[in-house]
């Protein structure tokens, strides 16, 4: 059966990014930067994204300050980057497939990691919701709607600093829409730095 809520989704992400445009467009940027320096960029990504989540859930503002607060979550995003990156890098060389079907797979785990899930944990989950999945077209799409945002975002510099914020709501509605409002697992304690 098809994902009738794509569309609302989509949506839904253009809302949020409306009313949030100022704190995911600094926190892009302050991610943007750290994938120039490159040791912080997985950490500041994942910092936004659990951000992104956050306030998805509880309706008040993303701030943007968040991106970098966070010091709990450096050595998750690293290891969640290298422990998807890898296999998914050699999986696009060997001749495309491969790759999106590990990218298929693996498609809520920096989500469910960013929710408080250990890394193999999330990698382990997100592998379990993509067979528990019946209506493969629409988790396809799910997924292809972040490609085209990243292949639009290859396009110019200027396009990656709206495709990215874009694309974290995106991935925080698909993750709120299959796993409920609610976490399951409790969220690291946040720290803020006054």
Not at 177 to 191: F, H, I, K, Q
Request: glycine share 8%.
């Amino acid at each position: 059966m098809m994902d009738s809520r794509i569309d609302q989704r989509i949506k839904r992400s253009w809302d949020f990014f409306l009313a949030n445009v100022g704190g995911l467009l600094l926190g892009g940027l302050v991610v943007l930067v750290g994938w120039f320096v490159i040791i912080p960029g997985p950490w500041f990504t994942l910092n936004l994204l659990q951000e992104t989540i956050e306030s998805a859930r509880t309706g008040r503002p993303v701030r943007w300050q968040a991106s970098y607060e966070r010091q709990g979550n450096f050595l998750k995003s690293w290891g969640l980057t290298l422990a998807m990156g890898i296999p998914i890098a050699i999986g696009y060389m060997l001749l495309i497939v491969p790759g999106v079907l590990l990218s298929l797979y693996w498609f809520h785990a920096p989500m469910l990691a960013a929710d408080g899930r250990k890394t193999l944990d999330a990698l382990a989950e997100s592998g379990r919701v993509f067979r528990r999945r019946n209506d493969w077209a629409a988790y396809f799409l799910n997924w292809l709607i972040p490609a085209v945002l990243a292949g639009v975002a290859g396009l110019t510099a200027f396009a990656i600093v709206l495709t990215l914020p874009l694309t974290l709501a995106y991935l925080a509605f698909c993750y709120t829409d299959e796993v409920g409002p609610v976490s399951t697992v409790a969220l690291p304690r946040r720290e803020v730095v006054v």
